[in-house]
């Protein structure tokens, strides 16, 4: 199992950055991949952006050119940098690591961190 530690959201006016932060720990040799998903108010949970243990990052449409995935491994930590940032990024920001053991699939989340983008 994966413990992950998010950090860094808050509130912010729009064109603003924020970036955020998940420490990961614990089984963290079986990860595949992390990511970042987001959950607005009445709608569903949505990846944003996600890197593998290769360095390979996807990103949703809506966040192409604004956002950066990244990661430290000698801190065992995943970065979101948002810049330009809009009101419709307003949403619980959820950490997630996916793990693979004996071909079966994990997925470990994040207690959530708030961003708010006031207008």
């Known amino acids: 199992q994966v413990q992950l530690v998010e950090s860094g959201g808050g509130l912010v006016q729009a064109g603003g950055s924020l970036r955020l932060s998940c420490a990961a720990s614990g089984s963290i040799f079986n990860i595949n991949a992390m990511g970042w998903y987001r959950r607005a108010p009445g709608k569903q949970r949505e990846l944003v952006a996600s890197i593998t243990t290769g360095g390979d990052t996807n990103y949703v449409d809506a966040v192409k050119g604004r956002f950066t995935i990244s990661r430290d491994n000698a801190k065992n930590t995943v970065y979101l940098q948002m810049n330009s940032l809009k009101p419709e990024d307003t949403a619980v920001y959820y950490c997630?690591?996916?793990?693979?053991?004996?071909?079966?699939?994990?997925?470990?989340w994040g207690q959530g961190t708030q961003v708010t983008v006031s207008s």
């Open positions: 997630n690591a996916r793990s693979v053991v004996a071909g079966i699939k994990y997925d470990d």
